[in-house]
């Protein structure tokens, strides 16, 4: 079905956009395209917005409860418009528009029908982060056509002592195929930073020769390497009943292994729900900072930057501590707590385009399921605020709300701003170039 087959309505008159911290509205007409929804203020004196355009997809749910003539639209990026109309028809006609207009199919989507005004910018490759890669490691083609693990980048780095064979069998061994690859290697020491999925140890203590002797290969000096499973201590052991787990400390007797203590996604999904009704309900609150605090969404926030602190610490020492992240699938956490390390030791990374090639190498090469985490459906049990949280720990950083010693040394070490960061959670959500739409392409 084509979607300008559910357009029920297409415009509709003397439409109020109401707020919700006063008494003022704002009357216009309200249109409804293939992609759009546009309200255009007839009074040209308002201090709004004349025209005020919003993508069909940033719509997170629709509210409306008959005989109400009133449509709440609460939006991706937590913002919500109140439209109150004349009849109850109109309710309903543009409801049953806007219900699956924002919910296309992928095939479906503005981003197939967007033409840039520049060519966006394109970092897939490895030349822009390893400029001089050392002859302990290569970039194999062992995942081309995506055999061996359909969320990896068909190019990967890997210690050069490790042939392609091997990392077969090491993957049958690794969650969803994900064997260990190098994310970074930090400039001041060589210390390698790696991430991968959950050993399938299982209840049976199973444990892969292959992969302990890959990890051994990516230590530096006589120094023990660290591993930071994100998760608490009593998830990894209920994964172990069911087949996953963690590295055996008797089996890697040369890594350390460290629980990093991070919820699981359900929990942070939870916490952002109560974040959004706090959000939505900002002006009318008078508590509204111990509200904030009871969604539990700051908690969320503290935790990953202490497990980010830990790598950090272990990395940048003088002689450089190899750490390896996973959490379940390593398509969790372990993807905020790898890109926030090395935005935090590479100064590149602080840069616009340095900030788009982590991004692009750390979530969209790296296989986070965008389309599955960021789905519209408010029941989605797949659903996942994690690239949100990592958004946040970000911003976190660049205005040291919880870090201070940061910003307040190296004020100008970040070369993009609030703007930034909004953009790029927005089109992580709704965006007209599409990269994070579809699981895989």
Known sequence: MELVEHIRITRVNAVKLLRRDSSIS???????????????AQNRNSQEADVITLLHTSIYYIEHKPPSLTVSLYLKDFRTFDFEFQQLEQCQAVVAS???LSRPEVHQLYAFNYTPRQ????????????????ESWRVTTVNRDFKICDSYPEEVVVPRNVSDDTLKKIAV???SGRFPVLCCLHRKNQ????RSGQPLRGSGQKYSTDDIKMLNMCLTGNRRGQVLDVRSQSTAYHHTNKGGGTELPERYPQWKLVYGDMDLPTGIMTS????????????SSSNWFE???STGWLSHVHKLMCAVQLVVQWIDTDDGTSVLVHGASGQDATLAVTSLAQLLLDPQSRTIEGF????????????????????????MKERSPLFLLFIDVVWQITHHSLLPQITQQYPLSFEFNDMFLHKLFTHSHFSPYGESHPQSI
């Open 356 to 379: 788009v090639r982590l991004i692009q190498r750390e979530w969209l090469d790296a296989g986070y399921p965008f389309s599955n985490f960021h789905g519209s459906d408010r029941n």
């Open 119 to 134: 060519k966006p910018l394109t970092c897939s490759d490895y030349s822009g982060w390893l400029h001089a890669l050392p």
């Open 291 to 293: 509200k904030l605090e």
């Open 98 to 100: 806007l219900q699956p």
């Open 173 to 175: 061994f690794r969650q």
């Open 26 to 40: 704002i009357e216009g007409s309200l249109s409804i395209d293939v992609f759009f929804l546009i309200f255009s």
């Open 272 to 283: 952002l729900e109560k974040l959004m009704t706090v959000c939505s309900d900002y002006a």
């Open 191 to 194: 210390g390698a930073l790696l």
